[in-house]
């Protein structure tokens, strides 16, 4: 395993780094810029939030680390809550830069596993009442099983792009 995404669990990134040597950690660009701003007064948040997406919409490391020192510069002074939260992130919500340009999408964010959560959530209700756990978790293993296949066959990520690279560097972004 190369990268785990995630949002910014203290229990995953540790299980992460305990149970997955040499896998990097990729915090949810969607979750990070959240976080960013609600430190923002809704006034201005327009204007932010676009500074903060210009960020994440470039494919390279040295150009997006650029504009993240401009961000900084920018808006330091005025929300400093905002920037503290922003300083302790950007690092970690940069690191699927390291890898493919073709992955970029996929990798930066956890809508692929919020998408299976909320299938797993819907098939579940329908049956309502379930007998036991066993069943409970017989079903949503299913789920996973298909999605997993589903995600296989359509080339979800394309692993000649992965294959050729030595080995990604998850600190690259952190430089």
Known sequence: MQLVVSDDHEGI??????????AGWQRCVVHFERNVLSHVPASEMSEVAN???AIFKVRRG???????????????K?????????????GDALTYLSFPGS????????????RLFKEVKRRTRVVGVF?????????????ALRSSEEWALRRYL????????????????RH
């Open 13 to 22: 990134k540790a299980a992460v780094a305990g149970e997955l040597p040499g």
């Open 51 to 53: 500074d903060l997406k």
């Open 62 to 76: 040295k150009k997006a680390r650029a504009l993240a020192e401009e961000f900084v510069k920018l808006y330091g």
């Open 78 to 90: 005025r929300f400093p809550k905002a920037l503290s939260v922003f300083e302790a992130g950007i």
């Open 103 to 114: 992955h970029h999408a996929k990798l930066s964010t956890t809508n692929m596993l919020e």
């Open 131 to 143: 007998p036991n756990e066993t069943s409970a978790s017989t079903l949503a293993t299913e789920i």
């Open 158 to 173: 394309t692993m000649d792009a992965l294959e050729a690279l030595e080995k990604p560097n998850p600190q690259l972004s």
